[in-house]
């Protein structure tokens, strides 16, 4: 494929993702590093044209080297407890102020329409404002935290209206007591507080790691909040993977992790199937896996009444229990409420027995389970998928597929066709 027909097919595959994220409000997180990262000027650019797509964002912002820079450079010292710094009314002063050094230099960054540059003519309005109330820290174990602070409330409605009017709002950890007293807060669990506050769609921390890893380094492309307990995690890693987890439990779609080092980072894991750091999302009560033996029953009671219908091809207990393997179902509170199975011949998969629960359809149960197929099909190196239908033919259009001709299926799927039956044939190249 030339250069040119890889950007179309980038561009043309990027187009339902750009749909789903219009309109939604994504919560980003740049730390400190990241705003030292050579990659910084391509992160700007690319929060530029997240906006530009009608994306709502909220950009939380951190400090801790530029904050450790300045004090050292003034010859003050500060001490640490349980990973928070002390904020003494004598460090106060600078610590506000190199927060806002940081958080003007990303203004100027947006505020960058150069003909030359990625960011020309975007005009984007920066808003940041008294959204955040804080309370002390106060004193733990006899230490006293000073100007050190948590999270009170976030103005949630004032955000919202910067959000509608396309702003991007930028947040620094400093909030305000409404007794007037400033205090520094930990970024890193801001963007989360403030992500569950406004309910956002996705939350989105920039990590030096890229995302979480598995033993061999390799990143985990999807995490549920569930895995914690089985995975060893560095530090960071657990501090990100508990906010999201916090975050994912209290009502934000999804979070992720990206490198702030690699450029297109960002763009790669909104915007393509694989992603290119770590997704997290909320273990839920329905579960999408492969069949095991057990299901069996669940599978029949499912299917039974379709092939009673003539919807589905009959199938013995027998054949079922002997190509369980090859389905996969979506199982809520122990009830097959869908189905559906990947036969393989001479490298093309065939997509059978699908099937939604009655009280379940009209809700992407069969779509999420076509897409899982197409991955596990994928996998083999299959080249395409099938299907042989009587009465869904329109839903599969709808999904890709293309009307073929009989001639096309494969030798020995022809031998099993029923010609009662006379299904239609369609395809979907993978
Ligand atoms: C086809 C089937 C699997 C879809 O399950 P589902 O979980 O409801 O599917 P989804 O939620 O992903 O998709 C629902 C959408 O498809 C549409 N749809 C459902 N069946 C359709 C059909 N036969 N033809 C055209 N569109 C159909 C729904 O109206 C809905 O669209 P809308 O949201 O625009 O109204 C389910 O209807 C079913 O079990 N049918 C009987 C078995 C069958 O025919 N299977 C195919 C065998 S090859």
Redesign the pocket.
Known sequence: MSDHQHHIKWFRDSSPYINAHRNKTFVLYLGGDAMESANLSNIISDIALLNSLGVRLVLVHGAVPQIDRQLEGLSKSWEMLDGKRITTPELLKDITETIAGVKANIEARLSMGLVNSPMHGSSINVISGNFVKAKPIGIVNGKDFHNTGSTRRINRDAIRQQLDNGAIVLISPLGYSPSGEIFNLDSISLAADVSIALTAEKLIYFSSEGGIRDQDGNVISELQTDHAAAMSMNPSEEQLFSLTCRACHSGVNRCHIVSYAEDGALLEELFTRDGSGTQITRVSYEQIRKATPEDVPGIIELIAP?EEQG??VKRSRELIEAEIDQFTVIERDGLIV?CGALNVFEAKGE??????H?D???????????SSIESRARKLSLSSLF??????????V?HGFIEGEMSELPDSRKSLYNYQRNSKYFRKPL
Do not use: G, K
């Open positions: 379709l919807m589905l869908c997509l059978a027995c699908l099937a939604t009655p379940y359809r009209n809700d992407n149960r069969a779509e999420q389970l076509l299907v042989l239908t009587t009465h869904s033919a329109h839903w599969f709808e």
